[in-house]
């Protein structure tokens, strides 16, 4: 399994972006793709999160509103839309995939395969 993220810059606040994350060998309907950031000197959290099964998805407080997780037809291609900008989300983003074992199973608990990141810089 690959994963591949992309899509950062630098903008300014207020403004959008999105990011996409193409995964690659997964050879499973049910699995859930992560989004996750890293700011300079933090730990790094999860933005958002998409069950491929259902399409249900997860936001952190933080990003709830302002963020949209979605997918494409093929289900291999997960965006993260970012919208209305903040100076507190210049982060490295990463996407990762959780290889689900069943229904009972929370999904991006605990992932399995990561991609590299991709940076966003927000900044006036």
């Known amino acids: 399994v690959q994963l591949q993220a992309s899509g950062g810059g630098l903008v300014h606040p207020g403004e959008s972006l999105r990011l996409s994350c193409v995964a690659s060998?997964?050879?499973?309907?049910?699995?859930?793709i992560g989004w996750f950031r890293q700011a300079p000197g933090k730990e790094r959290r999860e933005v958002a999160c998409f069950r491929s099964i259902d399409g249900t998805t997860f936001y952190s407080d933080s990003v709830k509103g302002r963020f949209t997780v979605s997918a494409d037809n093929s289900k291999t291609t997960i965006y993260l839309q970012m919208n209305s900008l903040k100076l507190e989300d210049t982060a490295e983003y990463y996407c990762?995939?959780?290889?689900?074992?069943?229904?009972?199973?929370?999904?991006?608990?605990?992932?399995?395969?990561w991609g590299k990141g991709t940076l966003v810089t927000v900044s006036s």
């Open positions: 990762a995939i959780d290889l689900l074992q069943g229904p009972g199973e929370v999904p991006c608990y605990s992932m399995d395969y």
């Open positions: 060998g997964v050879s499973r309907d049910d699995y859930a």
